[in-house]
Nanobody, 123 residues
Framework: VQLQASGGGLVQAGGSLRLSCAASGSRLTINTMGWYRQVSGKERELVADITSGGSTNYADSVKGRFTISRDNAKNTVYLQMNNLKREDTAVYYC??????????????????WGKGTLVTVSS
């Protein structure tokens, strides 16, 4: 599994950014995809996730400001971030829960993380 994230950058408070993360690989079924973030010295925390059926889950701190969505045909998850605040500054990581099928057809369940993308919100 490979996860390619993009869309981070520098934005002023109140502005918007859109993150994208595309999963690729063979013999895969991608299930829940999500975004986490981490500030130096703190634990990685869930921002939002979305199942293959479209059910979503958000951290309280981003509800009403962030929207997670996905394109199942492209195995891509998006995070639209509006009304950004300084406290949203972090490295954002996408992940994907997947099922990989071996040559013999045996399913193997796993979770893969993408490389982080830095989001910096200035005042």
């Amino acid at each position: 599994v490979q996860l390619q994230a993009s869309g981070g950058g520098l934005v002023q408070a109140g502005g918007s950014l859109r993150l994208s993360c595309a999963a690729s690989g063979s013999r895969l079924t991608i299930n829940t995809m999500g975004w986490y973030r981490q500030v130096s010295g703190k634990e990685r925390e869930l921002v939002a996730d979305i199942t293959s059926g479209g059910s979503t889950n958000y951290a309280d701190s981003v509800k009403g400001r962030f929207t997670i969505s996905r394109d199942n045909a492209k195995n891509t998850v998006y995070l639209q971030m509006n009304n950004l605040k300084r406290e949203d500054t972090a490295v954002y990581y996408c992940n994907a829960d997947y099922i990989y099928y071996t040559d013999g057809g045996t399913p193997v369940v796993g979770r893969h993380w993408g490389k982080g993308t830095l989001v910096t919100v200035s005042s």
